[in-house]
């Protein structure tokens, strides 16, 4: 059983950068892939970003909307996982989720439906 606990959100404004912080408890998170989804009103949640780790490193997973403005990265000895987040915009505003799986099926790691464990989640409000 894994527990999940999001931090780091709040209100920022367009072009600001914020950093969302997922403490991971009950079994070390090294055992996982961990994911950021984020869900705006009125829409479905989405995929993100994920990182999985191995004895050879760590591998990233990111959505085409936030390429070169998010990243993600994990602290194995804080067992907490960040999402970096540069150059906001009005549209990144949503409820942002932390989430893990144990799947080896990197194809979905997009997928909501591959992560057994999720956090209560985040706000992030970017203001125009």
């Known amino acids: 059983q894994v527990q999940l606990v999001e931090s780091g959100g709040g209100l920022v404004q367009a072009g600001d950068s914020l950093r969302l912080s997922c403490a991971a408890s009950?079994?070390?998170?090294?055992?996982?892939?961990m994911g950021w989804f984020r869900q705006a009103p009125g829409k479905e949640r989405e995929f993100v970003l994920a990182i999985s780790h191995s004895y050879s490193g760590s591998r990233t997973y990111s959505a085409d909307s936030v390429k070169g403005r998010f990243t993600i990265s994990g602290d194995s000895a804080k067992n907490t996982v960040y999402l970096q987040m540069n150059s906001l915009r009005p549209e990144d505003t949503a409820v942002y989720y932390c989430?893990?799986?144990?799947?080896?099926?990197?194809?979905?790691?997009?997928?909501?439906?591959?992560?057994?464990?999720w956090g209560r989640g985040t706000q992030v409000t970017v203001s125009s």
């Open positions: 009950g079994r070390t998170f090294s055992g996982y892939v």
């Open positions: 989430a893990a799986t144990s799947t080896l099926d990197s194809s979905r790691y997009y997928t909501e439906s591959a992560y057994a464990y």
